[in-house]
C-alpha cells in the first residue's frame, strides 16, 4: 500500500511558477512509475506528466510540454512537478498517482492516488 501526499498548489498569477510535490510512503517507490493527473469540476482526470520508476523516461501532454517538469528524488521518496508559464487554462486540481515500474498516460492504469492539491491560475 502506497500513501502519497501532495503540496505545493496554491494560486498564482499567469506566467508565473509553482512547484507541486508528492511524498510517498508505505511502499516501494523506488520501483513505483509515477504520474501526474489534473482534473476540473465535472471531467475526468486528464494526464499531466509521469516519470519512469528511474528516472530515465518522462512523458507530458502536449499542452504542457516546454513548460513543465516531472522529476523524482527516489532517496526522498517524492516526486516533483514544476509548473512554468502558467496559464488560467491549467487551473485544476492535481493528482500525483503511482502504478509499478512503467509510466503510462492512462489514469486507469494507476493504483495509487493522492488527495490533489488545487492549482488556481488568475489571468
Known amino acids: 500500500q502506497v500513501q502519497l501526499v501532495e503540496s505545493g498548489g496554491g494560486l498564482v498569477q499567469a506566467g508565473g511558477s509553482l512547484r507541486l510535490s508528492c511524498a510517498a510512503s508505505?511502499?516501494?517507490?523506488?520501483?513505483?512509475?509515477m504520474g501526474w493527473f489534473r482534473q476540473t469540476p465535472g471531467k475526468e482526470h486528464e494526464f499531466v506528466a509521469a516519470?519512469?520508476?528511474?528516472?530515465?523516461?518522462?512523458y507530458y501532454a502536449d499542452s504542457v510540454k516546454g513548460r513543465f517538469r516531472i522529476s523524482r528524488d527516489n532517496a526522498k521518496n517524492t516526486v516533483y512537478l514544476q509548473m512554468n508559464s502558467l496559464k488560467f487554462e491549467d487551473t485544476a486540481g492535481y493528482y500525483c498517482a503511482a502504478r509499478r515500474f512503467l509510466a503510462t498516460m492512462r489514469s486507469q492504469d494507476y493504483i495509487y492516488w493522492g488527495q490533489g492539491t488545487q492549482v488556481t491560475v488568475s489571468s
Open positions: 508505505g511502499g516501494s517507490f523506488g520501483t513505483s512509475a
Open positions: 516519470i519512469s520508476w528511474n528516472g530515465d523516461s518522462t
